[in-house]
């Protein structure tokens, strides 16, 4: 079925970023916004991809904002970062999706959702790390490998669902020895971000703490943030909502400043 | 979502938040269809990934629980819920909790018929009486040991004891139970609580089809508690005055208790005396004084103009009257019930002593009232069960007897409900003679019944 040297195939598939992206992202590593606009402008489809992220009502513009360094001076360093990162993400996504009843524009949306309430978590915990915030990106990037990983033997997979309640990441840590977050790490590595990144992820698994009392704690934020989203309609609808197992006590005391956060009502 | 089943117990697990927008979506009608077709005695949702939820996120949930109980009769609710999570969901579901609560899952199994696993020693603990008293009855059934905690102060002396308890159970609710719509207590009062301002939307608070059922089926005095009530307008004064007055026509009490005139109008208090309702200064003034509970709660014959006749629909459902009652009677006693003869007659008591009875009503798309009358001894069996040992304190069966007929006004209610028939029912009436029965019933006509468990006889009366 799906073995560990198909995940590593999948994983080994993940594009290095191309030249242009690279440049984007280490001039705005250094700040420069006005150089980085300059160079992601020849981009087209990063251009395409950033002006419809700043039409999604999550970010809230009355006015279209079509010029690149208008964008990237609004999203702010960090911001223009991540968004960076997500369009990376989407350059991975499947043309048609199989197993998760998603498409193009509800990944997008996924991702807007996750970075836009990552940051507000990020600013409520007074923490400005351009890396911190950009590793929220990589959860989408493991859906689209688990995506493709399953999608092959997806009658397997239902018939497995069924005769047990089991997770599907609990599926794919037993069948390829690597789960959700483990793909998380990996594609951190491939794309060359800090290692506290990949701590992050990781203790955002819920069963995975980094014995580090900051990180543990972002990764209680990322796994709250996690369940918040993928309990937006469209995602329970596209079955992601019982992706990765729910781990309640872990996240109970942030709760209370988590939903004052978010705005839960 | 599809139910994991183990043990003839079907589970639902949602994770994350469940609120209005998302809840349609955990459930699609093919799930729900799928539900309803698996033969298992249980259905659950558990609440254990759930971190936020609203009354319309679990609405979905609760649609498909009911759906489910109608097609299949399997007992249906929501499971892994914390004190927390019980709290807001008996507050969302106030009147209307028709379905189960359990705290956990190994809970709930216990009150699942294919439980393997009997004769454990459990601990009980509800504040209502009701609860209590099924729960026992319901484990006692299964083949379990229930020790009831009668109340909160025993429950915790008891639950210290860790080890002389294989489960203790509190945070749970059976849901074929009946609503809680007032207080009973001993002496057949009934207990209506009100507070801060009374004016004209008292008349559309109180529930006044339960208070003209609960004068149907016997009950004579009501109490209002009215310690919280800041102020009365001339609107609220009209409403009670016209309450008493009907009252009146069922030779009824209906008291106030700890009203302040401090801010109504002394005038009011006059007004109502001149309609018939009496006013006591504590509550005690009235439940300690058994001469005076008595007096205002007698039975008495109700000089009602409209007499009200059995008609097709009440006799349709006749078998689940039956049922309900057959089966409540057998649980509580270990006895089979053999049915002997039924009639259309007014009601016929042959030899009236050491007889106690009870009532109770119901109403809704059906009303009338089912009348138990019970051999002492049959009730003193039931009484062993929910108390543990045999008592000749008369009082205390009466108040068993009193739970016994709520429980099969509950299970009339969930029967009726699969049959998409919705009825509510009053509190039980107990009666500690035949004649107090006689006063109220002599002259209405219904299906008499009579059964016999072991050697005791037994008798089932339905009316209007």
């Known amino acids: 079925m799906i073995t560990t040297e198909k995940l590593n195939s999948y994983i ?42 700043m039409h999604k009502s ?154 580090d009392k900051n990180i543990d704690m972002l990764g209680k934020w990322m796994h709250l943030l996690l369940f918040y989203t993928l309990s937006k309609p469209s995602l329970v609808e596209a079955g992601l909502n019982d992706f990765i197992d729910f781990q309640v006590e872990y996240v109970m005391d942030i709760y209370d400043d988590f939903s004052s956060v978010i705005g839960v009502s | 979502m599809r139910a994991m089943v183990k043990d003839g117990i079907a589970i639902f697990a949602p994770q994350g938040f469940l609120d209005g927008n998302n809840g349609n979506f955990f459930l699609s009608i093919e799930d729900i269809e799928a539900t309803t077709k698996l033969k298992v005695d249980m259905v659950l949702v558990s609440l254990k990934k759930v971190v936020f939820f609203n009354r319309n996120g679990l609405e979905t949930f609760v649609k498909m629980l009911l759906k489910v109980r109608a097609a299949n009769h399997a007992t249906v609710g929501f499971c892994d819920i914390d004190h927390k999570k019980f709290e807001a969901i008996s507050r969302f579901y106030e009147n209307d909790l028709n379905f189960s609560l359990f705290k956990t899952q190994e809970i709930a199994s216990l009150f699942a018929a294919s439980f393997k696993n009997q004769s454990k020693n459990v601990l009980v603990y509800s504040e209502d009486k009701s609860q209590r008293a099924a729960m026992a009855i319901e484990l006692h059934d299964n083949g379990h040991n229930p020790i009831v905690a009668q109340s909160e102060a025993e429950y915790h002396e008891k639950a210290k004891a860790q080890n002389a308890y294989d489960i203790i159970i509190d945070n749970t609710y059976l849901g074929v139970m009946g609503q809680k719509v007032a207080t009973r207590v001993t002496g057949n009062a009934i207990i209506y609580t009100v507070s801060s301002f009374l004016d004209a939307e008292i008349g559309n608070t109180f529930n006044i089809a339960y208070h003209n059922n609960s004068l149907n089926v016997g009950f004579r005095l009501f109490i209002f508690d009215a310690y919280k009530v800041v102020s009365m307008n001339v609107h609220a004064l009209n409403f009670f005055s016209k309450l008493a007055s009907s009252g009146a026509e069922y030779n009824a009490a209906i008291c106030f208790v700890g009203l302040t005139f401090e801010k109504t109008p002394i005038a009011f208090k006059e007004t109502l005396e001149d309609a018939g309702m009496l006013f006591f200064d504590h509550m005690d003034d009235i439940l300690q004084n058994k001469e005076l509970l008595h007096e205002l709660g007698a039975s008495s014959a109700a000089a009602v103009k409209n007499k009200r006749a059995l008609n097709k629909a009440i006799v349709t459902e006749l078998p689940n009257f039956i049922d309900a009652t057959v089966a409540t009677i057998e649980m509580m006693t270990n006895a089979t019930a053999n049915k002997e003869t039924a009639k259309v007659c007014t009601i016929e008591i042959i030899d009236k002593e ?111």
Request: proline share 3%; aromatic share 6%; with cysteine.
């Open chain 1, 12 to 53: 080994t598939k993940i594009p290095p970023a191309p030249q242009a992206l690279r440049d984007t992202l280490h001039l705005l590593n250094l700040g420069d916004l006005t150089k980085a606009a300059k160079i992601a402008s020849d981009d087209l489809a990063l251009n395409s991809y950033l002006k419809n992220l």
């Open chain 1, 58 to 211: 999550i970010y809230g513009f009355r006015n279209e904002v079509s010029d690149i360094s208008q964008i990237f001076g609004i999203l702010g360093v960090a911001g223009s970062q991540q968004a960076v990162y997500n369009y990376m993400i989407s350059l991975l996504s499947p043309s048609k999706w199989v197993l998760f009843k998603l498409n193009a524009t509800a990944f997008q949306n996924l991702q807007a959702e996750l970075s836009v309430n990552w940051k507000k978590i990020l600013a409520h915990l007074n923490i400005n790390d351009k890396d911190i915030q950009s590793a929220i990106t990589l959860l989408p990037a493991s859906i689209i490998i688990s995506e493709a990983l399953f999608s092959e033997k997806i009658e397997n997979v239902k018939l497995l669902r069924s005769a047990s309640a089991i997770d599907l990441n609990t599926i794919l840590k037993r069948l390829c020895g690597m789960d959700l977050f483990d793909i998380c790490e990996k594609i951190s590595q491939k794309w060359e971000m800090q290692g506290n990144i990949a701590k992050i992820v990781q203790a955002a698994s819920g069963i995975k703490p980094q014995d």
């Open chain 2, 354 to 464: 050491d007889k106690i009875a009870s009532s109770i009503g119901f109403y809704g798309d059906i009303d009338g009232m089912v009348v138990l009358v019970f051999p002492l001894s049959i009730a003193k069996k039931a009484c062993a069960l929910l108390i543990g040992e045999n008592t000749d304190d008369k009082e205390q069966v009466l108040d068993t007897l009193a739970e016994l007929v709520n429980i099969v006004g509950g299970k009339i209610k969930t029967l009726l409900a699969d049959e998409k028939i919705s009825v509510n029912i009053t509190l039980p009436r107990t009666y500690t003679d035949v004649d107090g029965l006689l006063e109220v019933v002599h002259d209405k006509k219904g299906v008499q019944l009579d059964l016999k468990f072991d050697d005791d006889k037994f008798l089932f009366f339905l009316t209007r």
